[in-house]
Nanobody
Framework: QEQLVESGGGSVQAGGSLRLSCAGY??????IGWFRQAPGKAREGVAA????????YYADSVKDRFTLLQDNAKKTVHLQIDSLRPDDTAMYYC????????????????????WGQGTQVTVSS
């Protein structure tokens, strides 16, 4: 069973940047997704990367500020978040997909099998 470990969260001021990391995917992994859950809100998919060919997918609400980076040698996916806003405050999770990422379904939670414990991002104004 894969164990994914997120890191890199923290407390920052609006306009700052953070790089979140998701470490521990295996050679059989084909898709890593990032989700976030703000207090009182449903978890939402923000980005995903196909780890075989490097295709990336972003939610419309973040595509100009979030960037996925893959380090296959370290089996780590990074989520670079720039121009942070207070509404980015949430717990951020990464997850391994059952199979490949697909453009029509990458943001659905049921497309993912293994989840990390999350890393908290707090943005102050």
């Amino acid at each position: 069973q894969e164990q994914l470990v997120e890191s890199g969260g923290g407390s920052v001021q609006a306009g700052g940047s953070l790089r979140l990391s998701c470490a521990g995917y295996s050679d059989s992994t084909k898709c890593i997704g990032w989700f976030r859950q703000a207090p009182g809100k449903a978890r939402e998919g923000v980005a995903a990367i196909g780890t075989v060919f490097g295709a990336t997918y972003y939610a419309d609400s973040v595509k100009d500020r979030f960037t996925l980076l893959q380090d296959n040698a370290k089996k780590t996916v990074h989520l670079q978040i720039d121009s942070l806003r207070p509404d980015d405050t949430a717990m951020y999770y990464c997850a391994r997909g059952h199979s490949y990422c697909y453009s029509g379904s990458w943001s659905r939670e049921d497309e993912y099998a293994y989840w990390g414990q999350g890393t908290q991002v707090t943005v102050s104004s």
